[in-house]
């Protein structure tokens, strides 16, 4: 379990969905690559769980940047609400290869950009980065919380 | 996992139910002393109030200090009454009252009420300072009070003295050092205190590992962050305890050896829990956890502040559509 000791936030992942987002990650190796969170917020609203992802269909990956765009999974996140307990869209996550999970400005820009967009109902979106400093796999997860980056330990 | 942060959090966390405990305790008693002076005296004063409280730290625990202000009538003791008249009447009237269940002390301006130390070692102590407004009914206009200024002289009063120095010896040893050595003694003091109650009818009573925390910062290079510190003092009780000339000397009490408290199988079981603690915990991280947790009840109050939160319509997003990571 990670938690924000400061918020008193924390998150689950399952373990398969992990491995999972990590072998796919090393597949495109050495650009980066990414894709969408899904899962479900506790009842008291300060735990989550990280469940499933969504890659994306149409994405550009360099060894420096990845860009993706959402078509084509509309009908995807549906299915995920339409499911009891319902799955939401969390948040995002992508690689760093051969660094370290550090979020660069363009990733802080994106956080930013996804916490004020219209047509995202959450307050809070996640950011995992999955830093490929080898030989070790690093994990960093961050959540936007009232304008700030937090990173859960 | 950074073990000095966890351990700072398990410090802050019993640290303040503790003194939230502790401050109830205080009301409690502080309403019960109020009342009792509003009761004797009726209409010759006027409702005593708090001055102000501070907590004052120890290696031991927290103490609470309460002033608590009588503002008296001016002819509460006659027109001619002095200031020290009322000061005597208050300090006979609570030395009356609570002797049997506190040391009543008469102070410079104040009245002393120390508890006996209640079933958790917690002491609450309340300062009566009766003052005296400076003419009839003028009080409700300018808040002025005298106060009687009691000197001591002679003998007077040695005996309470002398146990007070004994337990003053007690902190003086920690007081005496340097501030940032005695902020991490006293923070290693409440960790292994915070290990101590998570074993069942753990034998080392805390005024041991208080002592034996002190003699290790004593006896070896204790530095490092607060992981490191610990990790000292848990390797030399491990190495220690057990040998055949370990002492534990009582500093308010020479002849008073604290490791004599000890069976000689407990003092192994004392050094095994350490061997054993430190083995788990440089295994893994985590299990600095087990040995020294945080107090949970705190941090489900924490918790309860924040959440996760939508911004009104329920949770179901569409993310933007094209996003840009680095
Ligand atoms: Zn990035």
Redesign the pocket.
């Given at each position: 379990m990670y938690r924000i000791n400061e918020l008193g936030l924390t998150l689950e992942i399952e373990d398969d969905l992990l491995c999972s987002l990590i072998d796919i990650g090393i597949k495109h190796y050495p650009n980066?690559f990414g894709g969408f969170l899904i899962g479900n917020y506790s009842e008291t609203q300060t735990h989550l769980i990280i469940t499933n992802t969504i890659l994306p269909n149409k994405f550009k990956g360099t060894p420096y940047l990845?860009e993706r765009d959402t078509i084509g999974i509309d009908d995807k996140l549906k299915q995920f609400y339409a499911e009891e307990p319902k799955k939401y869209y969390l948040g995002e996550w992508?690689t760093?290869p051969n660094n370290l999970p550090i979020?660069?400005s363009?990733?802080i820009n994106a956080i930013n950009s996804i916490a004020n967009h219209p047509e995202v109902s959450i307050k809070n979106p996640l950011m995992l980065?999955i830093g490929y400093d080898k030989p070790k796999v690093e994990l960093g997860f961050y959540v936007q919380f009232k304008n700030k980056l937090y990173r859960y330990e | 996992m950074d073990k000095s942060l966890h351990l700072d959090s398990v410090i802050k966390t019993h640290q303040i139910t503790k003194e939230e405990q502790l401050l109830n305790k205080h009301k409690d008693k502080n309403k019960e002393v109020k009342e009792a002076l509003e009761q004797k005296y009726e209409s010759n004063i006027y409702s005593p109030f708090n001055s102000g409280s501070y907590a004052k730290n120890t290696a031991m625990n927290t103490k609470f200090d309460f002033d608590m202000v009588c503002p008296f009538k001016r002819n509460a003791f006659g027109s001619n009454g002095t200031l020290k008249q009322m000061y005597e009447d208050v300090f006979d009237f609570l030395y009356e009252k609570y002797k049997d269940d506190a040391n009543v002390r008469k102070q410079k301006v104040s009245i002393g009420i120390e508890f006996f130390a209640d079933e958790d070692g917690d002491i609450v102590k309340i300062d009566v300072v009766p003052g005296r407004e400076l003419n009839q009914d003028q009080y409700k206009d300018d808040e002025n009070l005298n106060l009687y200024v009691y000197y001591k002289y002679g003998n007077f009063d040695q005996g309470s003295e002398r146990i007070k120095t004994n337990v003053q010896a007690q902190i003086k040893n920690i007081k005496d050092r340097a501030t940032k050595e005695k902020d991490s003694i006293r923070k290693v003091i409440r960790l292994l205190k915070v290990w101590k109650n998570t074993k069942y009818n753990n034998p080392a009573k805390s005024f041991f590992l208080e002592l034996i925390t002190i003699k290790a910062f004593d006896n070896k290079d204790v530095s490092g962050n607060l992981w490191g510190k610990l990790e000292t003092v848990l390797q030399y009780i491990r190495d220690e305890v057990t040998g055949e000339s370990f002492t534990l000397k009582d500093p308010g009490n020479g002849s008073n050896d604290l490791i004599d408290t000890l069976t000689t199988t407990e003092r192994q079981t004392l050094s095994d829990d350490m061997k054993n603690m430190l083995e788990r915990i440089e295994d893994n991280d985590e299990n600095i956890k087990t040995y020294f947790p945080e107090n949970s009840k705190f941090l489900e109050e924490e918790e309860s502040d924040n959440k996760y939160e939508n911004k009104g319509n329920g949770f179901y997003s569409n993310p933007p559509k094209n996003e840009r990571?680095?």
């Open positions: 980066e990845f992508h760093h979020p660069s363009t990733d980065i | 990571f680095g």
